[in-house]
């Protein structure tokens, strides 16, 4: 069996600028940032959310390829 990396990683919200500017940094210390959904972007309920998250410091699931955190958190199997 080959040893394939996970599609997905953790990361833990460093910042929010704007409601398209969410920055995180990886487990491995990488700041990237977050791709925000148009559903997301209007979503009051996402946002209080993520900023309690913020304040917690508490680490999210992060489809790696495209940098968007995963719908279902931690309960997927399939990355999406």
């Known amino acids: 069996m080959l040893n394939q990396p996970s599609a997905i990683e953790s990361v833990r919200i460093n910042r929010i600028e704007s ?3 969410v920055f ?3 487990e491995n210390g990488q700041m990237i940032e977050l791709h ?3 559903q ?5 309920l996402f946002w209080e959310s ?3 998250i913020l304040r917690a410091e508490l680490w999210l699931p992060l489809q790696k390829k495209t ?4 719908k279902n958190d ?7």
């Open 74 to 80: 931690w309960l997927t199997t399939d990355g999406s």
């Open 19 to 21: 409601d398209d500017k």
């Open 36 to 38: 925000i959904t148009d």
């Open 40 to 44: 997301q972007k209007k979503d009051r």
């Open 24 to 26: 995180a940094t990886t």
């Open 67 to 70: 940098h968007e955190l995963l």
């Open 50 to 52: 993520l900023i309690n």
